[in-house]
């Protein structure tokens, strides 16, 4: 029964994903390896589309990892290698894309809508007419009526 019990835990952990950074990418400098994490996690995999170059096994992705380091091994700060790998592949490496010009009405369309929304109804329910008046029936249309539910 034990030996089960290890061999599930042993599957259910194998199922989990490795680390794509390989050994020979890693710096020697704490320092600037952490930096290089950081700013692998902030580029998308432009193979795997949802995935960092972090944690992604693809080609360009470790491509990209290596590039990045070899960024900062030359001296580059944060800021001047994320600026060079968006010049060369664009806004869309970025998983999380800047605020500028670009970008300002799809940062923006969803508070426009509701405004837009928020708006239609106020008009709406301000012109329909409030409750309408049915004028009263002649003599002529209660009589007719009277007549044919007498019948």
């Not at 580029?43 to 170059?53: E, G, P, Y």
């Not at 992705?61 to 060079?84: C, K, M, T, W």
């Amino acid at each position: 029964m034990m030996r089960r019990l290890l061999i599930a835990i042993f599957l259910v952990f194998s199922a989990l994903p490795a680390l794509a950074v390989n050994p020979d990418e890693v710096l020697s400098d704490p320092a600037l390896e952490q930096r290089a994490r950081n700013l692998s996690a902030q580029l998308r995999c432009m193979v795997c589309q949802n995935q960092s170059i972090d944690d992604s096994s693809a080609e360009l992705a470790r491509d990209l990892r290596v590039l990045v380091r070899e960024r900062l091994v030359n001296g580059d700060s944060d800021r001047q290698v994320i600026d060079y790998v968006v010049s060369r592949y664009g806004e869309f490496v970025l998983l999380k894309p800047r605020f500028s010009a670009k970008t300002m009405i799809l940062w923006a369309a969803p508070i426009l809508l509701l405004v837009i929304g928020a708006i239609a109804i106020i008009v709406f329910v301000r012109t329909r007419p409030s409750q309408r008046t049915v004028p009263a029936l002649t003599p002529e249309e209660q009589a007719r009526i009277e007549e044919l539910l007498k019948k």
